[in-house]
């Protein structure tokens, strides 16, 4: 009986802890939502609010009855799952693996609502993320995260000795999510008036930078249970009995948080040498690529590992974005600079920062780490080829499906709808019916 | 000794996760706050923000002076307790009861400040807040939760041998905040202007649907420590020592999550049908309708369940809305719609989808389940028992009480008032004193 | 194998307990972001939300590179620790105290973004930050907090035999950054216009009441984790191995919970007594006064006690603001009221209300209790030797960086950008750019 309580208490602390994380995930929804509407002009609020509300909604749907199945159902093969479709025969003891794996699937989603946000139809929107959460996704989580998947680095014959390694998702959710939002974002085109004839910007700065910082910070807040969660147990006894899977979560929270920091820090520095001004939106944007380059390695970096990662992230960000201007390609929230090139970054890095102690305590694997410490270009290689089969996958499959949208006429709105805002002609009225709005002031600025 | 620490770990994580799971309840306090003076007119945004925050402060001492000892006191009868008031000789060891507990008496609380909102006096309202937390939610928490109380499934001789199940509360909480609420609207009388003589609808959207959206991700979110928390622990075992407690709590939260998806699409569409427009605050109680109606069931029913649960409570909500407008009842939160109606459908739909096995695995009775799976009526009795002596209790007690402030001419603010707004005239000045706000666009619509 | 896992277990709970009451105490960066941008007028949004999300990413810096190397590094002195900086050699599977300390020391650097918003550079501010995360407050947590400070109550020689007891930082946090933020006001000065020559106050009101109360729910929210978690952990043991360390917490929740409402409603009373309105601005600051009031002593008095202090609390915030504006000191977010005041209050509070039974439960010491029990003087002298030597220290250090700052002519922005808004001049333009922002309706008040 004294051990069967052992067991039974062992089991609920990883549980509880599970579903908590997954709960601080959720909210990331709320926080994706605040970001996008603070970042959009009141016209097109109500919008994309929606969108993220929708995307969660459908995202439960079409990851319970199909994306879970192609994740992590059994039986599987190397490239997807397909059994337990709508959770059947799933044990309901380890239901928590459903909801926390959909908090995460809803997170790749909703990245692609930033990078197409005021000129994409609703409904286009709603199939897009269907399709992403019921399959695009799906199958990537299968590729790295399932056992069975041809680029796990749990797999009993892992790819080239070491598989991918992405503890909380850098590839499997940010990159996928960003680089889905690229497709989208050039296949839709650029906002009417975003770019002139000589390429110059026209600056169209979001509402309520206000709302920004708060969907920064319910991100930041939430970002702590998607990467302290994805350790999946908090009780888990590799060699040391004692203390390994709790010192995990211990690590990832700690590198978490340098890197965000670093990440804030390094692009308030970058702009204000560039611009001479002290910028908030990018410098939110910078904390959310510190936490992005962190999500792959946050168990098996240093804290000053952590930081370097943050600096990095913050750096690429910049030039990313900078980059996408002078190609004219118009992303209103920079989220393929956050999630897309970032997440590329942090699945390199571990190539690079990842130590043997730390590679040891989370399990994958003992015998490869960071390049920087002489563990050679074993688990750097591992790495590319899992980022280049995952951009592969998403480019593929994500721009056919925007181009096959675009064909069909139902992609993009009418230019009237752009002119006037979608509130008002598909949502039955503007967010804020009281508030009196003016002519935003144009400036017209070198990319 | 360490038979001790086993214990020690075993409560200690149950004690972590039901904390942990009413700090989330208490967060929908500020998101009651948000989605309300998001839904009320700029004039009265300060007037509904300090009702929240009022309610929630009231109720604290409300409950704890009272309320307590009224829902879980001991001694007590079938009707009510009537010991530990302000937690004398209340073991602090179970305290987490006490913070659990007043989570939910302010969450009934709450939900009527929406039904009453722009035309209810603010000392009316602190009054009814104190009432309610002090003693009418509380009664009904022990007819139902308490082992004493003559609705209870846990007690040693339930009602037609099952009593009520009401997992967390969809009759305890919802309905009771509900039916209070539908009372309040009713007796207080529409807003001024919200109906001309023929009985059309003046619309009144309120001033911010950002700050709507905020609300609903913060409820949604609290939500899950509102249904996983009613589990009360973490590691409780019954047949099977290992998971029985663990698994309930991930069935619910995956129940959780599934019924709000479908009661949020369930809304988007029928309105979309209906009206032509995909309407963000519709969907957003529709999501809200889902959760309602899961509450009671949470743990009991699977998955496929929950999706039906909350499909059918998006549609009762909005049906249930539009009956309101109908019957020219003045609900302007909709909160009559979502909490009363789908508080009733969640109740009843128990009886309809309990498993077998689930019903086992909350310890309640073994040998009384769902219709639809041949467990016969007598489940679905004591639900339509239990609901109906509710709403009974709540309609003659609250109805009196607004009856009563009425007569004392107590009860609704002077026509000046309400045209000016509360926060001019009672709170100060306005909630946004730099905001230029213009005159609403009047639209006359057919209900 | 079985005690292993016992070990392991119990170490988890408390690792998970920790780092989740870390992870809420984080989102109060995020309450008070919105609760400073809804207190100040728009044309300084974005310069108050920059100063609180550069605070916590300096913070993580400051507090990885140094802060938590003189709070609790090894080896220490009385006086500052001086190891373990950069987190060298310190043991993983600690991080989560690096992680929690450092969610704390960015709590007491954010308070002075209160004090003296509108008018402070944005370099000054980040050079304070700095300052505070990396030295000020550390060494006040190593006195008061670490085993080897001469203030701590887990001396093993303490201070006249007991130390300071101060459970989750009344003295450590709030002191700390509330009487930062009094030097920096006096010293920065008043906003322009703030006092006329008569000493009469001119309003100014924040520019949303919504913002405020926002943050209010978030802060009120993030508390229970900085209370709880303070305990360290839920299942320590010490007489009794049952329920012992899970009891702390929840006390811990319920006095948390009593206080703030307590605050709330005693601040509500009284300002309606003294304007003849129900403010909703103050009557947050009440909860926050009445949350700051409980936080040294909530786990050590009784809720009857918590009611006491809470009502005091708020009581001394309405009287600490009013003394403010006679003395012609402006604290635009009354945060020195709030924290410092009531810091001092909650502090001496332990000295007079501790009992006996729940002193020897915390562990701290068996023999001396709060006066009003018959305790005698010797745990209120410690409190006030504490507390006195704290803001002896705060006023000496901070007083002296603000002054050099000022003689370098670095401390306070130009008139002409606090006349236009440092958002324009400083940030790249206004945080709301299509909202129509009117001039501000000015009356001239007595204090």
Known sequence: ALED??????NAVNVVFVLLSGFLVFLMQGGFAMLEAGSVRTKNTKNVLLKNVLDACCGVIAFYVFGFAFSSGEPSNAFIGYGNFALADFPKEQYREFFFAWTFAATAATIVSGCVAERTSFLAY???TVFVTSFVYPVVAHWIWSPSGWLSAENEDPLIGVGVFDFAGS???????????????IIVGPRLGRFDEDGRVTPMPGHSATLVTLGGFLLWFGWYGFNTGSAGAATFVIDDPELIGSTVIQVVA???????????????VLVRLRDGLFDLISSLNGILAGLVSITAGCAVVEPYGAFAIGLIGGSIYVLSSWSLLLLRIDD??????????????????VGLLATKELMAMTSYNNDSWGLFYGGGFRLLGGQVIGVVSVIAWVVAIIGSFFLILQRLNLLRISPEQEMRGNDQIKHGGVAYPEMKTGTRTRRVVEP
């Open 5 to 10: 309580l052992t067991f039974t208490t062992a």
């Open 254 to 268: 700690a590198n978490t948080t340098v890197a965000a920091a670093a990440g804030g820090i390094t692009v308030l």
């Open 126 to 128: 709603l199939m897009y």
């Open 332 to 349: 209103p929230l920079d989220a393929y600079p956050v999630h897309g090139s970032c997440g590329v970054w942090g699945t390199l890095a």
């Open 171 to 185: 590839t499997v959710v940010h990159v996928v999510g960003g680089f889905a939002g690229l497709m989208g974002a």
